[in-house]
């Protein structure tokens, strides 16, 4: 590679760096492309949103063709660029949903229509995967907007025929999709349709929350749901993040403000902490990227039906994964429910054995296990139907009364 990523010294969001991370990370970043500046060899790219310069090493694609099928145009270059900067193969991406309003709420005003966004963020993608001589096929589907709701079979029916179209005479590439663990719909619907096609690679999806517990309750469900399903592989892209931080700048629409852009990058430290140490003792990866191979030991569907149409409780048969009649999951939530009677298996009320263990949506948060002292008779507590009637000092009902 030009240069060498020592020059510019890679902040961490650790115990100090965590509170100036988006800020150090920009300046990081400069001062790459100012090392770059001038070097033989670079490529420039020109960020559609802002008209920006910035700099970066075409790379040199060599092995097996790689077909990515990615939701929208960032999807890709968000979780898995990294990866293919740093091992180049021959790239062909594949968009599903190319139409599109979504643009950061402060760019709304100029980008205002299906047709200035989705312009917009095509250029934004050309951009972002010049330097990997990716070559680009969209299908022209409309994302999906707020509300959010599962998608429909019928839809991913389209999208899986219309897939298997592009990939006719490519039977000697390597598909790549979503793992899905995003609950976005249009990401659900791209997994299942490249499942259908027989993908068994898929990249980490994770949503890059302004908050990180979302995320955490997002792979939370993707846990429950695949169990050993998926093998997680980390790829280390520690030599190429700062690259990565660049194909990011061809994304203005979606990293706007430009400090937003640490999120993936703050992701991928995250994954880091997972790298095995290096069998030749050198220094462990600061960033990387997880990937997920299908073909572990466990079954995905956790005894609750999930599938739309489909009985997958206990001894149901399910179709076989990749089936082409399956039907969409339905992952966006899950509900537990008790049978009637009986207490929520999440929250059990402590009697007799199981003293201690006690109902959380008792009186006011109360204990009501057998330690919890008697009630009078016909006195209703605080949580009942009738609260306690309000009276003066002198104990006079206060309450209003109807004339006779």
């Known amino acids: ?128 995967l010049l330097p990997l001589g990716a070559a680009r096929v969209g299908l022209g589907h409309k994302d999906a907007e707020k509300p959010y709701r599962a998608p429909e079979p019928a839809q991913v029916d389209r999208i899986t025929s219309e897939l298997a179209e592009v990939l006719g005479g490519m039977d000697d590439a390597e598909l790549l999709a979503p793992a899905a663990v995003t609950r976005h719909p249009d990401h659900l619907a791209v997994h299942e349709a490249a499942r259908r096609l027989g993908c068994r690679w898929f990249w980490e ?31 280390d892209i520690t030599a190429t993040v700062l690259d990565k931080v660049t194909l990011l700048h061809m994304h203005g629409s979606q990293m706007h403000p430009a400090r937003k852009m640490y999120r993936p990058i703050r992701h991928a430290h995250t994954v880091a902490a997972d790298l095995l140490p290096d069998p030749d003792s050198r220094p462990r990866g600061q960033f990387a990227e997880r990937f997920y191979r299908l073909g572990g030991r466990g079954d995905p569907r956790p005894g609750r039906p999930l599938v739309r149409g489909q009985d997958l409780r206990p001894g149901a048969t399910a179709p076989a994964a990749g089936d082409a009649g399956g039907d969409v999951l339905l992952l966006l939530c899950e509900v537990v429910r008790a049978p009637r009677g009986h207490p929520h298996p999440l929250h059990p009320v402590g009697r007799g054995a199981g003293e201690g263990v006690h109902d959380v949506h008792g009186d006011r948060g109360q204990p009501r296990g057998r330690s919890s002292p008697p009630r009078r008779a016909g006195r209703p507590g605080p949580d009942r139907r009738h609260p306690p009637r309000p009276r003066s000092r002198h104990g006079r009902d206060l309450r209003l009364r109807r004339p006779a």
């Open 205 to 235: 999806d994770a949503a890059f929350w302004s908050t990180y517990g979302l995320s955490g309750c997002d792979r939370q469900l993707f846990q429950q749901r695949v169990r050993d399903v998926f093998e997680p592989e980390l790829e």
């Open 1 to 128: 590679m030009i240069g060498e990523p020592q020059v510019t010294r890679l902040p961490l969001p650790d115990a100090d760096g965590i509170y100036t991370f988006p800020t150090d990370l920009l300046t990081a970043h400069r001062a790459w492309m100012d090392s770059l500046t001038g070097a033989k060899e670079i490529m420039t790219l020109t960020a559609p949103l802002t008209l920006a310069p910035y700099w970066i090493e075409p790379r040199k694609p060599s092995g097996r063709p790689v077909v990515v099928i990615e939701p929208h145009h960032d999807d890709f270059v968000l979780s898995a660029s990294g990866t293919f900067l740093a091992r180049p193969r021959p790239l062909t991406v594949v968009t599903v949903f190319t139409r599109s309003r979504s643009v950061h709420p402060s760019l709304e005003n100029t980008y205002n229509s299906v047709e200035t966004v989705s312009g917009l963020r095509d250029r934004e993608a050309a951009q972002s």
